[in-house]
């Protein structure tokens, strides 16, 4: 087990006065160890968990991954102490509650997860939220350190607190990153479109002014070596009046940036114990190509000869190697206008794009409203489409699912982790998926689980409406051929 970070607030004497009342009402042992002078007060879980007061006002807290009831007294230690400036952990260096400007109304962000891990997916998360959620939010995700350890467990925990926020006006979002374009092209190209893409999702989730402007909003963008595309993105929504940064480390200065840190690293938690609970040849370690059982894991693949799964990153070192491969030379990625029609592009980049006009690039034709794909998602026709195919799960927000693909015997084979067509897509649904029995909802909620798919509740019970307000391709058949429908109507 790893060891657990430690958390360090500086109170000032209301706020350790409000602390040592909740340790008193825990009903655990109050300790003030005799060979330490300097500290207050101390109590500790059955699971080892430490809250350390110093007479100071300096509060510790080191909470065991696995100890409920030290996760249950941080948080109730967070709910006392985390509304105060003074109260915060030292390492977080998120902005006051109304941001950088007395006219912020909305605070947003984006960061990345698992560029670095040889297997799981390279996740993008991105968060929106009203200023006047901020001290709510901060108390969940505002001390946690995004690059520290946690169990699987413990992130997903974290991101389904967030959720829980849904309802007062937190909107999260998140996009893998799909290994076959991980292999195959640049790693920030690849980032510079799944950013655009999830401001967008955030863009059309949140309940923002009808028309076209972004005033009242700051967006924190991480800066992990960004591209011409992001930055041509940042003066578009700068234009529109956001105020866009775009900073290394973002998520220690920025709370939109840290809860969509802490929401990707959730996200990618899920997506590792599906991968390691479907494991038939032994435990794949954390996907760090450093971690031992992860080492031990590719090593005995190799020898078993089958070949590597999607969830492996096949362009890493580690893995090249084993089968005596030379390094990966990446190609460059396309930008939008090669990808989508020139109308298309532009909104695409603006965070807009509109599915009831947008067009599929398509070389040597013309472009294209249509594509004829086979279960696997390998693209049928038109051939002259085969880039933009491609790309699409980082040029829309998602699949909308019509009544053709709504039953159990069309659906299962697309929800096979290595060769179903929905494999690692966001699914965009009406409600809440976990309020219906509905056998196909049920289906895709086991996937989500996996880590398979991404199931977005959208609340928007219309398909046609959601597709159009969440810019999602309609899934279809045609003589019992999946197909990808870029349009309104059948």
Excluded at 107 to 120: H, I
Excluded at 137 to 147: D, R, Y
Excluded at 462 to 489: F, S
């Amino acid at each position: 087990m790893p060891v657990p970070a430690p958390a360090s607030r500086t109170l000032d004497p209301s706020g350790a006065a409000r602390v040592r009342k909740l340790f008193a009402g825990t009903g655990l042992d109050l300790l003030t160890p005799a060979k330490n002078p300097w500290i207050a007060v101390e109590v500790r879980t059955a699971g080892r968990s430490i809250f350390t007061l110093y007479t100071s006002g300096k509060l510790v807290s080191t909470v065991r991954e696995g100890d409920a009831e030290g996760l249950d007294l941080e948080q109730q230690v967070a709910a006392a102490v985390g509304g105060s400036v003074a109260a915060r952990p030292k390492a977080d260096r998120a902005p006051p509650a109304r941001g950088r400007s007395a006219d912020t109304v909305w605070l947003a962000g984006a960061d990345e997860t698992g560029t670095g891990e040889v297997l799981g997916s390279a996740i993008v998360g991105g968060a929106l939220l009203p200023v006047e959620l901020s001290d709510t939010v901060h108390a969940v995700a505002g001390h946690v350190e995004t690059k520290g350890s946690r169990t699987n467990g413990g992130w997903e925990r974290l991101g389904a607190r967030l959720s829980s926020l849904a309802e007062d006006g937190l909107v999260l979002a998140a996009l893998p990153v799909p290994n076959r374009l991980f292999d195959r092209y640049r790693k920030n190209a690849l980032l510079d479109l799944t950013y655009v893409r999830l401001v967008g999702d955030l863009i059309a989730a949140a309940p923002l002014p009808p028309d076209d402007g972004l005033e009242g909003v700051e967006l924190a963008l991480d800066d992990y070596g960004c591209g011409p595309r992001l930055h041509d993105a940042v003066a578009t929504w700068r234009a529109r009046g956001a105020r866009a940064l775009v900073e290394t480390k973002a998520d220690d200065r920025h709370l939109a940036a840290r809860v969509a840190s802490v929401f990707a690293r959730s996200e990618r938690a899920r997506e590792m114990e599906g991968i390691a609970a479907d494991a038939a040849d032994g435990p794949v370690g954390t996907g760090n190509s450093g971690d031992r059982q992860t080492k031990s894991w590719l090593r005995a693949h190799v020898r078993s000869g089958a070949p590597w799964p999607r969830f492996v990153k096949c362009s890493f070192k580690t893995v090249t190697a084993l089968r005596g491969l030379p390094e990966t030379i990446k190609e460059s990625v396309p930008g939008p206008g090669e990808l989508l029609d020139d109308e298309g592009a532009a909104r695409f980049l603006a965070g807009r794009l509109d599915v009831r006009t947008a067009r599929f690039a398509s070389r040597g034709a013309r472009p294209a409203r249509k594509l004829v794909v086979d279960g696997s998602g390998a693209l049928i026709r038109p051939k002259g489409a085969a880039r933009a195919h491609e790309f699409l799960p980082l040029l829309f927000g998602g699949l909308v699912l019509d009544e053709s693909v709504w039953d159990l015997d069309t659906l299962l084979p697309l929800l096979e982790r290595d060769g179903g067509l929905l494999s690692g897509w966001r699914v965009l649904l009406g409600a809440r998926p976990e309020d219906d029995d509905d056998p196909v909802l049920v289906a895709l909620m086991r996937a989500h689980r996996a880590g398979i798919v991404h199931l977005v509740a959208t609340g928007i019970d219309d398909p046609i409406e959601r597709a159009v307000r969440r810019a999602g391709l309609l899934l279809g058949t045609r003589d019992r051929a999946p197909v990808l429908l870029l349009q309104l109507r059948p």
